[in-house]
C-alpha cells in the first residue's frame, strides 16, 4: 500500500513567493495532521483534519499559513508570503479512527528553504 | 494541556547492549495512546511502537519494548540488543482525547548513537 505522499520534497523559493505545499493521506484514513520541524521549536503540529474538516487550527503561526482539504485523498498547506523564517521540513501525516488503529504515519516531508 | 518530556537530549550505546531512553507525559485524561517514532539522518519519521492507556501488557515490537508504567506517567522505550542502524533520533508522542481521536504532540527528542 502507498503511504502518504508528499509533494514536491524539496523547494527553494524567494522571500515574498507563495508556497504550496501537497499531500495524499494514506487511502482510508480519515485524520490528516500537518506538522513543521526546525531545529529550535522541534515538531510543531499547526493544524489537523478529521473527515476533511480543520479540527484545531491553534498551531498555524499566522494569517500567512492557510491550509485546505477539499476531499479525503488530498491537503494542502500554503505560504503566502514567504518569509526565510517559515524554512523547515513540513510533514503531512495521515491516521484512521480509533476502531481502525491509531497509529499515525508520516510522509518523507516537504524540506522548504526560502532565502 | 497535554505534555511530553524527554530528558535526554542525546545517549550513547555500546552496539548489541540494551538502551532505555526515558519520557513523561501529562494528561489529565484518561483515554490516550502513546508513540515512539525514529527519525534517521535521511529525515523520514519511522513509527515505532505504540501503547494505549488501557493496555495492560507492555507493547513489544521486535527489539523495542515500552516500558508502561501508568502512574508515574512514563513511557520509556527499550531497544535491545543495539544495533549501527539504531543511531537516530527518537521522538515520544502522546495522542489523547476521545478514542484517541485527538492531536499528537511530540516530545523534544532523544539522538542515539550506537557505538561499534
Known amino acids: 500500500d502507498a503511504g502518504v505522499i508528499q509533494s514536491p520534497r524539496h523547494e527553494v523559493t524567494e522571500m515574498g513567493q507563495e508556497v504550496t505545499l501537497r499531500c495524499k493521506p494514506i487511502?482510508?484514513?480519515?485524520?490528516l495532521f500537518w506538522y513543521r520541524q526546525t531545529m529550535m521549536r522541534g515538531l510543531e503540529l499547526l493544524i489537523y483534519?478529521?473527515?476533511?474538516?480543520?479540527?484545531?487550527d491553534s498551531g498555524m503561526p499566522e494569517d500567512r499559513f492557510s491550509a485546505k482539504m477539499p476531499n479525503a485523498s488530498f491537503s494542502t498547506l500554503k505560504i503566502q508570503p514567504s518569509e526565510p523564517r517559515d524554512s523547515a521540513v513540513y510533514f503531512c501525516?495521515?491516521?484512521?479512527?480509533?476502531?481502525?488503529?491509531?497509529?499515525?504515519?508520516f510522509g518523507e516531508g516537504s524540506w522548504l528553504t526560502v532565502v | 494541556a497535554q505534555k511530553i518530556t524527554q530528558t535526554q537530549p542525546g545517549m550513547f550505546v555500546q552496539e548489541k547492549e540494551a538502551v532505555t531512553l526515558d519520557c513523561t507525559y501529562d494528561?489529565?485524561?484518561?483515554?490516550?495512546?502513546l508513540f515512539w517514532y525514529k527519525q534517521p539522518s535521511s529525515g523520514e519519521m519511522i513509527f515505532l511502537i505504540y501503547?494505549?492507556?488501557?493496555?495492560?501488557q507492555n507493547a513489544t515490537e521486535g527489539r523495542y519494548s515500552l516500558n508502561f508504567q501508568k502512574a508515574r506517567k512514563s513511557a520509556n522505550l527499550v531497544i535491545s540488543a543495539s544495533q549501527l542502524g539504531d543511531s537516530a533520533m527518537y521522538f515520544c508522542?502522546?495522542?489523547?482525547?476521545?478514542?484517541?481521536?485527538?492531536?499528537?504532540?511530540f516530545g523534544q527528542g532523544t539522538e542515539l548513537s550506537v557505538k561499534p
Open positions: 508522542a502522546m495522542r489523547e482525547g476521545y478514542n484517541q481521536g485527538g492531536k499528537l504532540i
Open positions: 501525516a495521515s491516521s484512521g479512527t480509533a476502531y481502525s488503529g491509531n497509529t499515525i504515519y
Open positions: 494528561t489529565s485524561d484518561q483515554s490516550y495512546g
Open positions: 483534519f478529521n473527515n476533511n474538516v480543520p479540527i484545531d
Open positions: 501503547q494505549g492507556s488501557y493496555d495492560e
Open positions: 487511502s482510508g484514513h480519515d485524520y
